[in-house]
């Protein structure tokens, strides 16, 4: 199914934006023919598979028992992975992990190590590639929070958050501040509110209204009954 080619595009779409302006470069111009051909046809495809396991295997066999826990593959795998379960089945693993790299990418533009232009290619190759680059659990505050501190569980104390600070080019942080989180999110919430946000603002309205209509119903209903 398409959904799953997209799903899988979500783990090549992260090693591509830390690791290598080639494959960021391919995804964004052969996006089509990949989703479309499902990796059949062509020496794109090829290229595409190649690269992105030489990549994972770069970063991953010098280190197989995860001795180092400071690796830069777990780009996308800080807030992902609470917000993934919290949300199963609806959302994938590679769905997840792309939300997570934008996040992330914001971050890093907050902090200066991307500008905006590279932040927009960013966010339109995910666009591109039919990957979500909304989520209202990625403006949750909370859970973001919760998401973070969760990571420092299963890094030894330590964030050890990777960001991009280009395309192909990342650097591990361990002093991200929660405050970080808050104005993340705003810029999360401001590059997708055309798109997603104002939709979700207006169906959670749309939801509380009907719960209000309901209670009405239900409140006219027992005085006609008394």
């Given at each position: 199914?398409?959904?799953?080619?997209?799903?899988?595009?979500?783990?090549?779409?992260?090693?591509?934006?830390?690791?290598?302006?080639?494959?960021?470069?391919?995804?964004?111009?052969?996006?089509?023919?990949?989703i479309n051909e499902k990796f059949q046809y062509g020496a794109v495809p090829v290229r595409v598979i190649n690269l992105s396991i030489s990549l994972m295997l770069e970063e991953l066999a010098p280190n197989l028992w995860e001795k180092n826990l400071k690796r830069a593959?777990?780009?996308?795998?800080?807030?992902?992975?609470?917000?993934?379960?919290?949300?199963?089945?609806?959302?994938?693993?590679?769905?997840?992990?792309?939300?997570?790299?934008?996040?992330?990418?914001?971050?890093?533009?907050?902090?200066?190590?991307?500008?905006?232009e590279i932040l927009s290619n960013i966010i339109n190759v995910a666009r591109k590639l039919k990957l979500n680059t909304y989520h209202k659990d990625f403006t949750n505050y909370?859970?973001?929070?919760?998401?973070?501190d969760d990571a420092y569980k299963h890094r030894n104390g330590n964030q050890y958050i990777t960001l991009p600070i280009g395309i192909g080019d990342y650097k591990i942080f361990n002093d991200i501040e929660y405050n970080e989180l808050k104005d993340a999110i705003r810029l999360f919430k401001e590059i997708n509110w055309k798109k997603f946000w104002l939709v979700d603002q207006v169906m959670d309205l749309v939801s509380q209204f009907q719960n209000y209509l309901l209670k009405v119903v239900i409140l006219f209903m027992v005085f006609q009954g008394l």
């Open positions: 199914e398409e959904k799953e080619i997209v799903n899988g595009l979500g783990e090549i779409f992260k090693i591509a934006i830390i690791k290598s302006t080639e494959l960021f470069n391919l995804l964004d111009s052969s996006f089509e023919s990949l593959v777990d780009f996308g795998h800080t807030f992902s992975p609470v917000i993934e379960l919290k949300n199963i089945p609806n959302l994938l693993h590679g769905e997840a992990v792309a939300l997570d790299c934008i996040f992330s990418s914001c971050l890093s533009f907050n902090r200066g190590y991307i500008n905006k909370s859970l973001l929070k919760e998401s973070m």
